[in-house]
Structure formats: C-alpha cells, structure tokens
C-alpha cells in the first residue's frame, strides 16, 4: 500500500523555522519525485516544491512565493523527503501536503499524505 | 492570482452533467499535461485525472476531461451527491519552472 505521512507541523513565530518530513512507504521511492503542496485556509492549493529522484540529478524546484526560504531535499535510504523552511511569513500559514510525482506517465500527485498543519502567528 | 483560470463555483442536480473550464497559456497547459483533483472537505487532494484524459484506477467513468489549445475541461456525468467537492486543475510551467493550480471550483450538487 503506497502511504506518504507528513509530520513536523506546529506554531512558529513570523521570521522562525520549521522542517516538515514526509514519510514514504509501498513503492520504490528512488524512481519518484515528491511535490510538497499546500493550501493556507480560504484560499486553493499551492505547489511549493518538487524533489526530483537520482536520475534527474536530485534536482529540486521551487514555487516563487518561498524560493531562496525554502529548501526541499530527501534521503533514498531512509524513503523521506523534508522541507525545510526558514524566514517564515504569517502567509505561510497552512496544511501541508506532500506527494508521489510519476512523470514517465505524467501521473502528477497521484497519492497525498494526510498533511501536517503549519501556523505562522 | 492563479495562472490557471477555473470558474469559482459550478453546481447541478444529481444526474446531470456538468463541467468545469480551465483556461491557461502556451507555457502551461499549451505545451504541458493537465491533471485534475477533486478535494473532499476536511480531506487530502485526490488525483482524478492525469495525462490530459486518464483515469487512474479506481475512477469512475462518470468523470471525463479533454485539452484543446490552452484550455481544459472536467465533466462530471450521472452528478451524485458525493462529486461536492473543490476541483483543481493543474499543470507544470516551463516559464516558472514550477506547476500551477487553478483557483478551483466549488462544485455543489443541488
């Protein structure tokens, strides 16, 4: 059973840190990328970051509302991916999301994990 | 502001069809796959549609999309109450080097 479970959600005050993991287990993790996608309440989902696997170099992207705050990265021996997010905004405020990216079928976010709440305040 | 435009609600009676639009650009839906995602309340995002037109498993054939130029569509055939939900499209940007959302669409079954 493929499963994603996020944790490391919480308070943190404007300007602080936080790291969030993604959990990953049920599918060969270092053939997939992992998104992290958030949705801040009242308002729709946003991607934040993609981690790509070994064959795309581990390359990472980022959304333009947390590049140069946030860094994506991943462990293939343990099957996590964290975000780390620095310099923290109260818009920042939202559940997180992570999720399998399978882009040799163009299979997009095909599993989510349950998310992990973040509030900035 | 969402590059991806969606219709901010959308509603019908069980039964009926109905569709949600997404307008986007060459660098997005122009030139990239769609996705499409229906999100319960209370609930993590669902993937119904990939690659423009497929169903994952698991999808009833009730639901159905189409891309043509630098517009999407979702139809919802056979409406049942458990389709309320918020529905996203989405797609990769090569400008932005990033995926965008559309703002999404309430879909309420009257």
């Known amino acids: 059973e493929v499963r994603l479970v996020e944790s490391g959600g919480g308070l943190v005050e404007p300007g602080g840190s936080l790291t969030l993991s993604c959990d990953v287990s049920?599918?060969?993790?270092?053939?997939?990328?992992i998104d992290w996608v958030r949705r801040a309440p009242g308002k729709g989902l946003e991607w934040v970051a993609r981690?790509?696997?070994?064959?795309?170099?581990?390359?990472?992207a980022y959304a333009a509302s947390v590049k140069g705050r946030f860094t994506v990265s991943r462990d293939d021996s343990r099957n996590f991916v964290y975000l780390q997010m620095n310099r923290l905004k109260i818009e920042d405020s939202a559940m997180y999301y992570c999720?399998?990216?399978?882009?040799?079928?163009?299979?997009?976010?095909?599993?989510w994990g349950q998310g992990t709440l973040v509030t900035v305040s | 502001q969402s590059v991806l435009t969606q219709p901010p609600s959308a509603s019908g009676t069980p039964g009926q069809r109905v569709t949600v639009s997404c307008s986007g650009t060459?660098?997005?839906?122009?030139?990239?796959?769609v996705n499409w995602y229906q999100q319960l309340p209370g609930t993590a995002p669902k993937l119904v549609i990939f690659?423009?037109?497929m169903r994952p498993s698991g999808v009833p054939d009730r639901f159905s999309a189409s891309k043509s130029g630098t517009s999407a569509s979702l139809a919802i055939s056979g409406l049942r109450s458990e389709d309320e939900a918020d529905y996203y499209c989405?797609?990769?940007?090569?400008?932005?080097?990033?995926?965008?959302f559309g703002g999404g669409t309430k879909l309420t079954v009257l």
């Open positions: 999720a399998r990216t399978d882009r040799t079928v163009h299979k997009d976010l095909d599993y």
């Open positions: 049920g599918f060969v993790f270092s053939d997939y990328y």
């Open positions: 981690s790509r696997h070994k064959g795309k170099g581990y390359s990472t």
């Open positions: 060459y660098s997005n839906i122009g030139t990239k796959t």
């Open positions: 690659n423009n037109n």
């Open positions: 989405a797609a990769w940007d090569d400008s932005l080097s990033g995926m965008l």
